[in-house]
């Protein structure tokens, strides 16, 4: 037992005896990661769902910061600056982009070669902004917890070729990035560093490190081709191995995310999570439905980052009995 404790990647500094989840983060050990499959994608498809049509100022400020705590927790520190940096840009570019082009709304600021910009065109650029940002953090951490053996358990049987067109996108976007690196890394490593060259030097560079990355790529795809024919993919009564089975733990998590997905969703179709922003700024009044969609949806942001953080209590409990 203490063997296992210690193979396991902990996220512990055991020579001063401080814990450090944040620093690297918890990644495919977190323990919303251990749950049935099922569960995983029923709450991040119901965070996902809702979020795609709140515009509430509320709900957008709800869906950023749980986002973005639950980024960190699995991705580590660094996930916060990334975060951080996608918001401001995405708000400053959105909310001048929409401002400038769209000129619907009843407050004018200010005339701009005879065109008007209005306070509801900036505000409604910066809720888009806020809301595009917190689908693709969420989207960041859905990555992480669905993996692409998830995806083929759930889909494999019913869509096939759908299965594993998503699973095999969710692989290649971090397979590109790390082989990017490591082809920028081994470039470097030749004396062909960049940083005191020329802007053409640069970019020309960088396009030969884009090409031999799109030769790679290639020349994957067609060894992953014949892996999978010689395996037998596509097969007529081909099955695939897994360990996923749906214990009380999962039927007790997915009642619980069904019953705040089900009050979010209805929220979401009555409108308490919208606001209308032309020609004016418009907010219906809150009333008893609007506090139960909020406090719903709430708990459903806030529920994977409290099953992490307690099987990390758990476990350190565990570390230090043994």
């Excluded at 067109?165 to 692989?171: E, Q, W, Y």
């Excluded at 809150?286 to 758990?314: C, H, N, Q």
Aim: aromatic share 14%; charged share 15%; net charge positive.
């Amino acid at each position: 037992m203490v063997l296992y404790l210690y193979g396991r990647r902990r996220a512990w500094d055991m020579d001063v005896g401080e814990y450090r989840m944040f620093q690297d983060g918890l990644g495919e050990q977190a323990e919303f990661f251990s749950y049935h499959p099922l569960v995983n994608l029923s709450c991040f498809g119901f965070i996902i769902g809702v979020a795609m049509f709140s515009t509430h100022p509320l709900f957008l400020a709800l869906i950023l910061l749980a986002g973005s705590m639950y980024s960190a927790l699995l991705k580590g520190r660094r996930a916060w600056r990334t975060n951080v940096g996608m918001i401001l840009f995405m708000m400053v570019f959105m909310t001048l982009i929409n401002g400038l082009f769209t000129h619907n709304g009843v407050t004018v600021l200010f005339y701009l070669n005879q065109n008007r910009v209005t306070l509801e065109a900036l505000l409604f650029g910066m809720a888009s902004a806020a809301l595009l940002a917190g689908v693709i953090i969420w989207l960041g951490c859905f990555q992480i917890i669905m993996s692409s053996d998830k995806f083929i358990y759930l889909f494999g049987r019913v869509v096939p070729i759908l299965a594993m067109t998503l699973s095999m996108v969710f692989r290649f976007l971090p397979l590109f990035k790390a082989r990017f690196t490591e082809i920028h890394n081994g470039q470097k490593c030749m004396g062909r560093n960049i940083s005191g060259s020329s802007w053409i030097g640069r970019i020309r560079s960088f396009f030969k490190e884009v090409s031999i990355l799109i030769a790679w790529s290639l020349e994957a795809s067609i060894e992953t081709s014949d892996s999978m024919e010689a395996r037998g993919y596509g097969l007529r009564g081909r099955t695939s191995f897994h360990l996923y089975r749906f214990s009380r733990r999962d039927a007790v998590a997915l009642a619980v995310i069904g019953l705040l997905g089900v009050l979010s969703v209805t929220g979401c179709a009555m409108g308490k999570t919208a606001i209308y922003y032309y020609p004016g700024i418009w907010i219906k009044a809150p009333d008893i439905w609007f506090f139960i969609t909020l406090a719903s949806y709430l708990a459903l942001l806030v529920l994977p980052m409290a099953i992490d953080i307690e099987g990390e209590r758990k476990w350190r409990q565990l570390y230090f009995e043994t």
